[in-house]
């Protein structure tokens, strides 16, 4: 994460009314205001950018901004209409006032957040202020800055239940932001009793805004979470970054773990609820008997056993789609890309994780040559019409000409065997 991603807006005031004759025991002021918004480097209202850890975010047409000053109590509503934000009811003060805008509003809820990526940009708290004093009569610049993190938290296994919560440096729960018009900025809203920020079940990929520049701990239920291979629970003093977010998982996502030989097997993970691919192959083909048998007859015993072809192949899987204007299989969004390399004269395979929290996370499959051909292939447990079913991927050089299930192996062809995690 290199950069915090500040969104600027440039907020012009433009007289849309006579004087008001409602009062005229004050000075004369006008009434109605134009603000105009420009939000750096971006055309979407809000996209990730995983190599750079920034979280970008536009305005979207109907979104609010509420602008105050000393002089008033309230808050005036400025509402977009896909190119300006405009209030009939904003205000020019008699003197100079010191004026703050926010956005989305001047409090905001945190709890019960969705998790869906698109109801980040709701809650995505940005405030700031005039540089001095102003009546408004000539326009109003303000720089808002964000004052929140995002939270990428990932269920990395099936069934996970996800109860987010996080406290304060005094061990009260964090539950919402209220605006600031003295500092221009928001203060957070805290509750004694215990509040969920977010709520949900299974595996995947889940959103949550939290206070940025303060210092927090974030939990899942009463556990903490993982930065990497790591556990984060509570931040440094000065808090998460405001404009970045962080990906957290509710557990580890690479690990080891031994087999009925004493060995350490390494494992990797690389997409939500999916299986845990040990980093190696066993060290001896087998036949489609050998490699499903169960338990301690497995042949590295219980801790690990030969997946099926549902849990490993399909959209968000191992998969890939076939090009017929090239005749080769080609990587799909959302499931692990894949390449075919040459090192130190060995061939080999490799699949990446591309959602967050697996990015960094690769498979290596080593070949099998067949004259020019390459085949990257093993055994599942699974079966169909009496043949054994393997998982194999064809490569002429870097070129993959075959991808999926084989569904015609004899059940006593010997074949690799790459082992996923028992759980």
Wanted: include cysteine.
């Amino acid at each position: 994460m290199k950069k915090i991603l500040y969104s600027v807006f440039m907020l012009a005031t433009m007289v849309l009314a006579a004087c008001s004759s409602d009062d005229t025991t004050e000075p004369a002021v006008k009434r109605g205001m134009v603000l105009k918004a420009n939000v750096e480097d971006t055309d979407t209202r809000a996209t990730i950018t995983d190599n750079e850890g920034k979280w970008k975010f536009a305005f979207a047409k109907d979104d609010m901004v509420k602008v105050g000053n000393d002089k008033v109590d309230g808050y005036y509503t400025f509402t977009n209409d896909g190119t300006v934000f405009t209030s009939t009811d904003a205000k020019q003060t008699a003197e100079a006032a010191n004026w703050c805008a926010f956005f989305p509003g001047e409090t905001i809820d945190l709890r019960n957040q969705s998790g869906a990526f698109a109801d980040v940009a709701k809650n995505y708290a940005l405030a700031g202020a005039t540089a001095s004093a102003t009546t408004g009569s000539d326009g109003l610049t303000v720089t808002m800055k964000a004052k929140v993190a995002v939270l990428c938290i990932v269920g990395v296994n099936k069934g996970d239940i996800l109860d987010i919560n996080v406290k304060t440096a005094d061990g009260k729960y964090v539950s919402g932001l209220t605006a600031d018009k003295k500092s221009a900025d928001f203060s957070v809203d805290k509750s004694d009793t215990k509040v969920s920020l977010l709520n949900a079940s299974d595996a995947g990929v889940y959103y949550v805004v939290v206070p940025a520049g303060v210092k927090i701990s974030v939990y899942n239920g009463n556990e903490p979470l993982y930065s990497g291979d790591k556990t984060m629970s509570t931040t440094k003093a000065d808090g998460l970054k405001a404009g970045k977010y962080y990906t957290l998982t509710t557990g580890m996502t690479k690990g080891s773990a031994k087999n009925k030989l004493g060995d350490d097997i390494g494992w990797v993970q690389l997409w939500p609820g999916g299986p845990k691919f040990a980093t190696q192959s066993v060290a001896e083909k087998l036949d489609w008997y050998e490699a499903t048998k169960k338990d301690d007859e497995y042949v590295w015993g219980k801790n690990w056993r030969t997946p099926t072809v549902e849990e490993i192949y399909g959209e968000g899987k191992l998969y890939a789609s076939y090009n017929k204007t090239t005749s080769l299989y080609d990587p799909v969004a959302g499931s692990p890309s894949f390449s075919v390399v040459t090192e130190n004269g060995e061939d080999k395979l490799t699949f990446t994780g591309v959602q967050p929290g697996y990015t960094n996370n690769k498979l290596v499959i080593y070949n099998t040559l067949e004259g020019d051909w390459s085949y990257y292939h093993f055994w599942t447990s699974s079966e169909i019409d009496g043949y054994g079913r393997r998982f194999m991927i064809a490569a002429y050089t870097e070129y993959v000409t075959g991808f999926g299930p084989s569904d015609r192996d004899t059940k006593n062809q010997k074949f690799w065997v790459r082992p996923v995690l028992a759980e």
